[in-house]
């Protein structure tokens, strides 16, 4: 067994983690913390009471060392690197959740803020595992995706080479409340978000150059993506839709099957997709369909889950040589 551990055990993201983590067939959760500490996990997280028990330390390097073989970080970002810094220099392996190693300095400077961890940034391997699925088995740092690039990133990809690049790249993302954390605000107050759907940062978002920044490694061409995040009255759960401008007649469907013959949590459907079918699982359903040039891609996922916590799981498998799927949740919150 593997002794893996949780730092930020507090939000959303920690508790998913949690969930899985107690019942991963080689991982041993043996070190839970925040930035606060000294809790208990049933303490942070009413709904594991009963289910779950185990103390929540309050986060320190040393204390993670000392207890853990890998960690996720479920941390907001620039705190994330504070740590992983002295974790990574002691050998142990990190699967980060923000934003801090997912991007080339300049890009991440322009939209974050300065970076504390340069030596370690290009080390990292963006923990997508349909694309970056080798160097996830190798590396010693996991940048786990943002749930927007995740969604969108796995509808578009396929498509770039029958598409116009010179053409802009139409986003259209909606997510439920619990993308936005524990944290409340004015805008994910319950009067605001009831009976209501909202646009929120619309193109100046800091997922579209992520999103940029994947489409140019994995393809090679710079495009101009306009997207657009809106915040819709559900708990949970994920809708991304892109509109593209073709350069040739395809069949998208065949092409989406055919690319993602060999991704078993990719799912391919025949169907316009929607949140309910993937919310407490990390698949991604795809749609696609055209008209004459016009391209639309739809994906759907559990933004906590393949947007995040899952994702990440689904990394550190690989990361310790084991199966993808290991422990990773696949029966949906139905109905």
Not at 64 to 70: D, H, I, K, P, Y
Not at 195 to 214: G, M, S, T, W
Request: negative net charge; proline residues 6%.
């Amino acid at each position: 067994m593997i002794r893996v551990g949780v730092v930020g055990a507090s939000g959303y993201t920690g508790l998913e983690l949690v969930k899985m983590l107690v019942t991963h067939p080689k991982f041993e959760l043996s070190y839970l913390a925040t930035t606060s500490g000294d809790t208990t996990i049933e303490a942070l997280h009413s709904s594991l009471e009963g289910v779950v028990s185990h103390p929540v330390e309050k986060a320190t390097v040393s204390s993670v060392v000392e207890a853990c073989e890998l960690v996720f970080l479920a941390l907001p970002h620039k705190t994330a690197m504070g740590f992983a810094k002295g974790l990574l220099e002691a050998g142990l392996k990190v699967v980060d959740l923000s934003a801090d190693y997912r991007l080339e300095l300049e890009t991440y400077e322009k939209h974050y803020c300065p970076h504390e961890d340069i030596a370690h940034l290009s080390q990292a391997v963006y923990g997508l595992p349909e694309y970056y699925k080798e160097a996830l088995k190798t590396t010693q740092l996991v940048a786990s995706p943002g749930c927007y690039p995740t969604a969108t990133l796995l509808g578009i990809l396929p498509f770039i080479s029958y598409i116009d690049t010179t053409a802009p790249l139409f986003v259209d993302a909606k997510s439920g409340v619990s993308g936005a954390g524990k944290k409340l605000s004015e805008t994910t107050h319950f009067v605001t978000v009831n009976d209501n759907i909202f646009a929120y940062n619309p193109l100046k978002h800091r997922h579209a150059p992520e999103i940029v920044e994947k489409i140019e490694k994995i393809h090679g061409v710079t495009m101009s993506v306009n997207f657009v995040p809106h915040l819709i009255p559900a708990t949970r759960g994920e809708l991304v839709s892109v509109y593209a401008t073709l350069k040739e007649d395809i069949d998208p469907l065949a092409i989406l099957k055919a690319h993602y013959a060999n991704d078993p949590f990719v799912r391919v459907r025949e169907r316009p997709v929607g949140i309910k079918q993937t919310a407490g699982t990390h698949f991604c359903d795809i749609f696609a369909a055209r008209n004459e040039r016009g391209l639309f891609v739809s994906s759907a996922i559990d933004n906590l889950l393949r947007g995040a916590s899952s994702q990440a799981l689904a990394a550190a498998n690989l990361m310790c040589g084991y199966e993808e799927g290991l422990g990773l949740p696949r029966i949906p919150c139905m109905p």
